[in-house]
């Protein structure tokens, strides 16, 4: 919820997708195995949060818009 919060209202900007990104630890707790581990699948959800940003095409600076339950 907290990395989710963290984009309404902010630009559509890698700096806000980076801030949302460290969010994640406080609602995010990946499963451990022995495929991977807790703190490489965090940091995979955290990069797939970054790559979901680099791959969208520029939206001109408008605030992130995002539905609200």
Do not use: H, K
């Amino acid at each position: 919820m907290a990395a989710e919060e963290a984009l309404i209202g902010q630009p559509w900007c890698e700096g806000a997708f980076t801030a949302a990104a460290a969010l994640l630890p406080q609602n995010f707790t990946p499963l451990s195995d022995w495929r991977a581990s807790v703190d490489y699948r965090m940091l995979t959800a955290q990069n797939l949060l970054l790559r979901f940003f680099l791959e969208q095409d520029d939206a001109g600076g408008e605030p992130v818009r995002l539905a609200v339950a």
